[in-house]
Each structure stands twice: as structure tokens, then as C-alpha cells.
């Protein structure tokens, strides 16, 4: 569900980026996306998004520092041999 709606909202805004229609076809766009924006189906799984990502908020911050960590420690080890080989080489 939530990946439709996502392609609706993506194809909407795209067309209203691109259209060339004029401001008729632009108010009647934005009217379209309000009502389906608006829809009680709709807000019930933006409500639903909303409280996983805060309950989740916590988990990714974790993770992504974790690994922030892991993959600066690798680039290091990578970048050791080669500062080491073009201090001998001078």
C-alpha cells in the first residue's frame, strides 16, 4: 500500500513539474493530491509510517554509527600501506 501511494504522490508531482498545461491543469492537480492526501486511508498509514519511524529512529541512529565506525576503521587500514609505501618512496 505504502508503495503505491508512494508512486502516485511521485507521478503527480512529476507531471505537475513537468506539465505545461497552465495553471488550470496545476489547480486541478494540486485539488487531486489534496483529495487523496486527505483520504482517512491514507492518513491512517501515514500514522502508521510515522510511529514506526519513531519507534525505529533509535535502532537506525545505533546502526549507522556502528558501522559510521567499522567503515572509517577499514578506510584507515586501507590508506595505512599506501601512506606508509609513499613515505619510502621519498
Known sequence: MRGKILLVVG????????AKAGR?????IKHAAQKVW?????????????????EKAP???????????KVAETVEKARAPRAKSSKDDK
Open 11 to 18: 507521478l503527480g508531482i512529476g507531471y505537475v513539474l513537468g
Open 38 to 54: 486527505n483520504d482517512p486511508r491514507v492518513q491512517e498509514q501515514v500514522t502508521v509510517v510515522s510511529e514506526t519511524l519513531r
Open 24 to 28: 488550470t491543469r496545476y489547480n486541478q
Open 59 to 69: 535502532e537506525v541512529v545505533e546502526f549507522v554509527t556502528e558501522n559510521a565506525k
